[in-house]
C-alpha cells in the first residue's frame, strides 16, 4: 500500500521560508519519481515541481529560483525548499509518486500573509 505523508505547512509571512517533506512508503522509492502539486482556494491543482528518479528536476514558472525540489533515497523522502514566499503561494501542497500509478497525499497546508 502506497502512503505520502507531507509535513511542514503553516502560515508565513510574505518573504519568508518553509520545507515541505514528504515521506513515501510502499514503493521502491529509488526508482519512483516524485513531485509537489498545490491547489489555490477557487483554482486547480497545478504542478509546482518535479523529480526523476534520476535527480532531475522541474518547476513551474512561478516558483523557479524561488523554490527547490530534493530527495532523500535513504529516507524515502522528498522535500520542497521554499524561499520568497508571496501570498499567492498560498495553497495546499500535495505529494505525488508515479510508481504503478499516480499517487497523492492528503496536503498540507502553507498560507503566505502580506
Known amino acids: 500500500q502506497v502512503q505520502l505523508v507531507e509535513s511542514g505547512g503553516g502560515l508565513v509571512q510574505a518573504g519568508g521560508s518553509l520545507r515541505l517533506s514528504c515521506a513515501a512508503s510502499?514503493?521502491?522509492?529509488?526508482?519512483?519519481?516524485m513531485g509537489w502539486y498545490r491547489q489555490a482556494p477557487g483554482k486547480e491543482r497545478e504542478l509546482v515541481a518535479t523529480?526523476?528518479?534520476?535527480?532531475?528536476?522541474r518547476y513551474t514558472d512561478s516558483v523557479k529560483d524561488r523554490f527547490t525540489i530534493s530527495r532523500d533515497n535513504a529516507k524515502n523522502t522528498i522535500y520542497l525548499l521554499m524561499n520568497s514566499l508571496k501570498p499567492e503561494d498560498t495553497a495546499v501542497y500535495y505529494c505525488?509518486?508515479?510508481?504503478?500509478?499516480?499517487?497523492w497525499g492528503k496536503g498540507t497546508l502553507v498560507t503566505v500573509s502580506s
Open positions: 510502499g514503493v521502491i522509492f529509488r526508482f519512483t519519481a
Open positions: 523529480i526523476t528518479s534520476g535527480g532531475s528536476t
Open positions: 505525488n509518486a508515479v510508481y504503478d500509478n499516480f499517487y
